[in-house]
């Protein structure tokens, strides 16, 4: 390795302060054109490294992340809460399966039978003494559901 | 940010007290935000970038031990997002493409020549790999240590220097002509 090699490896680091020249070096700059235009080349980088302008983010970047954060975490929330409720669904269905399996060994069926026809006929009274205010029960019942739904609309983007 | 005062951020952060992520988000916004536009070769998306970085912050802070500076941590995420895909695949750019090498007259005054140099070591820069695209841009930055940096990239503290000096040779041979 030739002492130019060892000067040119050094240049980057005299010329950010790493690394001040021993007097044999500083010799060689003095008598090398190559080396000194060299370490020049790397003072002005140096210096315009350092010189580099530094971008600010936009005004409102920490309102806009804020946002952001709060839609991600909300989409987490309504994921987390369709698994649990698909879950309760299966259990539901689960448990009530089970329970018409032991009732069906143990013949309480029949008796089942009789009282589905019981709980039908009583139904249809409670239809028919009911049906005159059904238009009342359906409006109150699309009120629910529109203020649900705004509701619903309105903690999509205020949660955190 | 005083480690003290980072370790209250973030324990506020994780009791889900109302503005501490906010107040965490203004701290570090802009050394995030200035590290990706200096690293990131497509500027046009750094924000959403950014973005990113704190979404993952928030995420990730539930399991951030402590055993690093909060600092640092943020560092390796912003490592994390601007090494992965972004960035990847981005065309090498020519120092000496049309745009760029626009013969100047002899009497164009000094500071038109820096701007037009400043314009080139930022498509140099461009031109580096990830890696030491992000250790130039970061220590050039005020308050980075090398420690933290060689902490954030999982590398030695030797490996880092080397890595920042060998970046900064590259830079010097595409910049040859023009910084002389």
Same mark, same amino acid.
């Given at each position: 390795m030739t002492m130019c090699d060892d000067v040119l490896d050094a240049v980057e680091l005299i010329a950010s302060g790493e690394l001040t020249p021993d007097e044999q070096t500083a010799a060689h700059l003095t008598t090398c054109a190559s080396?000194?235009?060299?370490?020049?080349?790397?003072r002005r980088l140096e210096a315009?490294?350092?010189?580099?302008?530094?971008? #600010?983010?936009?005004?409102?970047?920490?309102?806009?992340?804020?946002?952001?954060?709060?839609?991600?975490?909300?989409?987490?929330?309504?994921?987390?809460?369709?698994?649990?409720?698909?879950?309760?669904?299966?259990? #539901?269905?689960?448990?009530?399966?089970?329970?018409?399996?032991?009732?069906?060994?143990s013949g309480l069926t029949s008796?089942?039978?009789?009282?589905?026809?019981?709980?039908?006929?009583?139904?249809?009274?409670?239809?028919?003494?009911?049906?005159?205010?059904?238009?009342?029960?359906?409006?109150?019942? #699309?009120?629910l559901v529109s203020a649900l739904g705004i509701w619903w609309w309105a903690e999509r983007d205020t949660a955190i | 940010m005083e480690p003290d005062h980072e370790r209250e951020l973030v324990?506020?952060?994780?009791?889900?007290?109302?503005?501490?992520?906010?107040?965490?988000?203004?701290?570090?916004?802009?050394?995030?935000?200035?590290?990706i536009m200096?690293?990131?070769p497509d500027r046009s998306n750094a924000e959403d970038v950014?973005?990113?970085v704190f979404l993952r912050i928030h995420r990730g802070l539930p399991y951030f031990r402590g055993e690093a500076r909060l600092s640092t941590w943020i560092y390796r995420i912003v490592v994390n997002v601007c090494t992965q895909d972004r960035g990847r695949g981005t065309p090498p750019l020519s120092l000496d493409d049309a745009d760029a090498r626009v013969s100047t007259p002899a #009497?164009?005054?000094? %500071?038109?020549?820096?701007?037009?140099?400043?314009?080139?070591?930022?498509?140099?820069?461009?031109?580096?790999?990830?890696?030491?695209?992000?250790?130039?841009?970061? %220590?050039?930055?005020?308050?980075?240590?090398?420690?933290?940096?060689?902490?954030?990239?999982?590398?030695?503290?030797?490996?880092?220097?080397?890595?920042? %000096?060998?970046?900064?040779?590259?830079?010097?041979?595409?910049?040859e002509t023009d910084l002389k």
């Open positions: 080396c000194a235009s060299a370490l020049e080349a790397a315009l490294l350092r010189q580099r302008p530094v971008a #600010a983010p936009p005004p409102q970047f920490t309102s806009r992340t804020m946002a952001r954060i709060r839609r991600a975490r909300w989409r987490n929330e309504q994921v987390i809460d369709w698994v649990f409720n698909v879950v309760l669904v299966a259990v #539901a269905v689960m448990v009530a399966a089970g329970l018409w399996t032991i009732a069906s060994r008796v089942n039978s009789e009282a589905l026809d019981l709980l039908a006929t009583a139904t249809k009274t409670i239809v028919r003494r009911v049906s005159p205010s059904l238009p009342l029960y359906a409006l109150a019942t #699309a009120l | 324990e506020r952060c994780r009791r889900g007290e109302v503005g501490a992520f906010e107040e965490l988000v203004d701290q570090y916004k802009n050394l995030v935000f200035a590290m200096r690293t990131l950014a973005q990113d #009497a164009v005054d000094r %500071h038109a020549e820096n701007l037009e140099l400043r314009d080139r070591l930022e498509k140099a820069i461009a031109q580096l790999p990830a890696q030491y695209r992000l250790l130039i841009a970061a %220590h050039y930055l005020r308050g980075v240590q090398y420690e933290e940096l060689a902490e954030a990239m999982g590398l030695p503290l030797g490996t880092v220097k080397t890595q920042l %000096h060998r970046a900064k040779r590259q830079l010097r041979v595409l910049l």
